[in-house]
């Protein structure tokens, strides 16, 4: 292993707050993981002083699967599921984006009732994936009871994925031009009912958690991430909106149909590890706000098949028949040999862990020539070597849980 | 902001610099010649294209080339995050060696590192250019580029397994 001299490090950047002191002799060298240092395998080499972090050294790649590589030998459709075993609970966040940038090849857009069937599920995804983060990030610090309620909670949202998609996980909802499939004539209610059910348990998580003295001890004034140096490291979702930067990809470049609901999105100034648990608890208030508006909407808006006309037009006849009597639309055949354009574009969403960015390239062939993925946690892993230097290292598993790294995304 | 608008407070800060525009959906690339990356992503960087996305490389085998392109956008500048401005250098397949972009953004860190082991292309002056998600066996063969070949395996076995 190579041994960084911080001290250099610091003045050619200015990054304060990021290096302690230069190496020393004496110093142990710890190695946390693979095996379940938090969700899935993962890797952190430090050294210690004493009780102190002096260095940090991510070690990733214990669940990489080239997805980059793989999709280049795969049919377009067929990469939607493939992409979305980077996240499986946040399936849709994850792949909408890739979606979008096929739709950016192709010239289309999806028509509305996609765009806000799409909209919904990325919302219950989110809140999902919060929770999933949330009891993670209790059973890390010892607050099991955080742990056992939210992933049982999580449960409410990943069966309401599934009356929509018909998957409790790994949906491939979203599809070139649109979405899989329609919700069915009960969702409106057990949507309304989930969220109501949500607005009076996240009370409950705010006293036994978010306001527990015990956790706040643990959490305040720890992983401290100022603001220019977010900026600086290209930290994102919530671990930069904890630390004043108003960046949210919904806002930025706003896609399916979040230009047209009301939502706010939650920036905290302190940079710690409890604002980045505060931040996550806003989203989730602000999903529930978004999924009652487009239950809302999709209700109130007569059903018509959630696939760009162009692609629906060439649906065989028992398609469109069964659409007809009960309303219920099915992946199109024509989509697996779904022939792109020669070009080039690059598309981005909010994933709940942060920003997804993919560059898709294509030259006219069924499979893609190119698709560069990355993922919310490879960028949020720089954090681990500039932040956790200088806390103790019982403060690293908060700082892991906080900026609720998941290494099956950051590995790809 | 619009990527129209983006593009020319970018042009302005390129100013001087020969460079070529690539246009994609959704962002745009200025392709400038290896000894002027470094001074054009400083440039950048001082024009509020404070953090990079994506470090993109593709391998064009035909023509003999790796594309490498910085896409920056702005986290600390409002109307500069709606855009992405891609900033990039070409090489040749035979020499993939261009200077890091590090010390101008701190976050391609980690990123340099991958694609250093997806392609085997050389960041000089790296400060820490090691394998990040690979196994070296693997790495060596350069998985991303055009000639390694993924290779299907058959699910079903039709002979049994002979010894």
Redesign the interface.
Known sequence: MSVWVYGEQKSELGLEGTITRKLEEDLYEVFIGPQHPGSGHMRIIIRIDGDIIVEADPDMGYVHRTMEKLSEGREWIKNVPLFERMAIHDACNVTVSYVMALERILGIEPPPRAKYLRTLLCEINRIAAHLYGFGIFGVFIGHSTMYMWSFADREVMVELAEKLTGARLTHSYPIPGGARRDMPQDFPQAARKAVRYFRRRLDEYRKIFLDNPVTRKRLEGVGIIPKKIAAELGVVGPVARASGIKYDARLAEPYDAYDEVEFEVPVYEEGDALARAWVKFEEIKQSLRIIEQAVDWLEKHPREAPIHERFWAKAPPLWKKVFEAEGRVKLLPLMANLKLPPGRAMARSETARGEIVYYVESDGKTTPYRVRIVSPSARNAIVFKYIAPGYKVMDLPTIYGSIDYFPPEADR | MSLDQARRIAEEALSGIEYRVDE????IEFIVAKENLVEAASRLKKAGF?????L????YKAEDKFKIVY?ASS??N?DL??A?VGIGTEVPRSNPKVPTLV?V???????EREVFE?FGIEFEDH??L??????PQIAEKK??RKD?I?K?EPIIRTKPPTG
């Open positions: 994609g959906k959704g962002f404070d953090h990079v996305k994506s993109t490389v593709v391998d896409h986290y600390l409002e995050a709606k992405i010390y953004w701190r976050s391609v860190e980690f990123q997806f400060p820490d090691r394998l990040l998600l690979l196994a998985p991303l390694f993924v299907e």
